[in-house]
C-alpha cells in the first residue's frame, strides 16, 4: 500500500476530498502497519495493536523519512484523525480521564478492506463502509457541505461532517441566545487549512492569527457586550479539559488585557456524548448540548473560605 493507493480508497470511501491529504493516509498507513517495534504501549509489538499519536509521528519520520515536528501532534488529532473517529473508521482507546497513553486502531472492517484482494468481499465492505448517509446532508446542498449562517446577508461553506454540522448549530443557535449581536471571529473546519477568519477582528481583539494548533473551533464576539465566546466542538475528542483550558486562556491573553469577558464552553450533539467526557470538563467552563438547545450547564468551582 501507498499513501495515494490509500488516497484512491478515501475517494472510493465517499471520504470529504478536502480531508483526503498525505497526512491522513499516512496516518491509516501507521495504523495497518504489523511490523515489529520497540517502543510502544505495554503489550504491543506493533503500530496495529494501537498506537499513540506520538507513535505515528514516529512511523512518518522514521519508515517515509518526513521532517515531522512534534507540535504537529494537535494537527494529526484534529484534521487526520478526527474525521476518522467520526467516520466510524478508527476507535479510540483511553483508560482513564487524562490518560497519557490514549492510543488509536483501525475498525476491524477497515483493516479487512485493507488487505482484501479485489472481488465480491472486497465490494462488500466498500458498501459498508462508504460514507454516504452515515453524515446527514444539509437539505438544498447537493454536495453535503455545511454552509454557516455568519449573518443575514452572509454565508460560509464548510466541509461535510457531523462536527462542521455541530459548529453550525454553535454559530446560528447557542451564539444568538447568549450573545447580543454576535460577530463569529473564527470558525474551524475539519478540512487542512480551510475554516472562516475575520482577520481584522482577530487584530482588534489581539488574538494570534497563525498558531492554528492553539485555535478552538468557534470564537464569537459580542461588541455591544464585549463578550468573547470560545467554543470546542465535540463530536469524538477534544473537550475543554485543563489542559486545553491553560492553552485557551493563553490563546486568549489579548482579548483579557482589553478587559474582554472571556466564557469558555463545550459543545456536544447530545448527553450521550457528554457522558463519555463529563469526568474531563474543566471547572470555570461550561457546556451546550445541541439537542437540548436553550439550557447551558456551568461547572462553577465554589471560593475556598480559610479561617473562622
Known amino acids: 500500500m501507498t499513501i495515494e493507493s490509500i488516497k484512491e480508497l478515501l475517494r472510493e470511501l465517499g471520504f470529504p476530498q478536502g480531508l483526503i491529504s498525505d497526512q491522513t493516509a499516512l496516518t491509516i498507513l501507521a495504523l495497518v502497519d504489523r511490523k515489529p517495534r520497540t517502543g510502544l504501549l505495554p503489550g504491543h509489538s506493533c503500530l496495529a495493536d494501537g498506537a499513540r499519536i506520538h507513535d505515528i509521528l514516529d512511523f ?121 449581536n454576535p460577530s463569529v471571529v473564527y470558525l474551524g473546519d475539519t478540512a487542512p487549512r480551510a475554516g472562516y477568519q475575520d482577520r481584522p477582528l482577530m487584530r482588534r481583539l489581539n488574538l494570534p492569527i497563525d498558531v492554528t494548533e492553539s485555535l478552538p473551533d468557534v470564537v464569537i464576539y459580542s461588541a455591544q457586550e464585549n463578550k468573547l465566546l470560545v467554543v470546542e466542538a465535540v463530536v469524538s475528542s477534544g473537550p475543554i479539559d485543563m489542559v486545553r483550558l491553560a492553552q485557551l486562556r493563553a490563546f486568549c491573553q489579548g482579548p483579557d488585557q482589553l478587559g474582554v469577558h472571556l466564557e469558555l464552553l463545550t459543545a456536544f450533539p447530545s448527553r450521550k456524548d457528554l457522558r463519555r467526557f463529563v469526568e474531563e470538563i474543566a471547572w470555570g467552563t461550561g457546556v451546550w448540548i445541541s439537542e437540548e438547545p436553550w439550557s447551558l450547564i456551568h461547572f462553577v468551582a465554589l471560593p475556598i473560605r480559610t479561617g473562622k
Open 60 to 180: 512518518v519520520r522514521l519508515d517515509f523519512g518526513r521532517k515531522v515536528a512534534e507540535n504537529t501532534r494537535e494537527s494529526y488529532r484534529k484534521t487526520s484523525l478526527r474525521p476518522l473517529l467520526d467516520a466510524g473508521w478508527v476507535i479510540r482507546h483511553r483508560l482513564s480521564t487524562n490518560d497519557p497513553n490514549t492510543h488509536y486502531r483501525l475498525h476491524g472492517e477497515l483493516a479487512q478492506l485493507l488487505a482484501a484482494e479485489p472481488g465480491p468481499e472486497r465490494d462488500r465492505l466498500i458498501a459498508k463502509l462508504r460514507m454516504t448517509g452515515k453524515n446527514p446532508r444539509k437539505k438544498g446542498s447537493s454536495d453535503g457541505d455545511v454552509i454557516v449562517r455568519l449573518s443575514a446577508d452572509r454565508s460560509f461553506t464548510l466541509s461535510p461532517g457531523i462536527h462542521n454540522q455541530l459548529e453550525r448549530a454553535i454559530v446560528e443557535t447557542l451564539a444568538p441566545a447568549l450573545l447580543a
